[in-house]
Each structure stands twice: as C-alpha cells, then as structure tokens.
C-alpha cells in the first residue's frame, strides 16, 4: 500500500557516488560522479560543473546530461 507522499519523494530521489582525486602532475582535481542504480558515469575538473550536473539530474531527470 503506496501513499501520495512516499511516492512523491521517490519520484524526487536520487542517489550518486562521488569519487575525488587530485592529480598531482597537473595539480588539478578529478570529479567523477555515477548514479547509483545505473552504469551511467561523468568526469569533471571543476565543482561547479559537477554540481550543475548533479542539480539538472535531481531536479529535471527528463533534460539531457
């Protein structure tokens, strides 16, 4: 038995893996975040990038990566 609110938040839920390193011959980071669930994965070199990403993924899921 489903209510109206559960699913609501699972509609609105996502989960990722984020995985940070920083590459010490370039001195740059590397971002890689994957959806959990899915073999769906992206590298980044800057956080704004990633978060973008991430909030275009959370709050509009039928838009383009």
């Known amino acids: 038995?489903?209510?109206?609110?559960?699913e609501a938040q699972e509609s609105s839920y996502?989960?990722?893996?984020?995985r940070v390193w920083h590459n010490d011959t370039s001195d740059d980071w590397r971002l890689v975040i994957e959806e959990i669930g899915s073999e769906a994965?992206?590298?980044?070199?800057?956080w704004e990038e990633?978060?973008?990403?991430?909030?275009?993924?959370?709050?509009d899921p039928e838009k383009p990566a």
């Open 1 to 6: 038995d489903h209510d109206m609110a559960g």
């Open 14 to 18: 996502a989960a990722f893996l984020l």
């Open 41 to 46: 994965r992206r590298g980044f070199t800057n």
């Open 50 to 59: 990633l978060v973008i990403f991430a909030r275009n993924c959370v709050c």
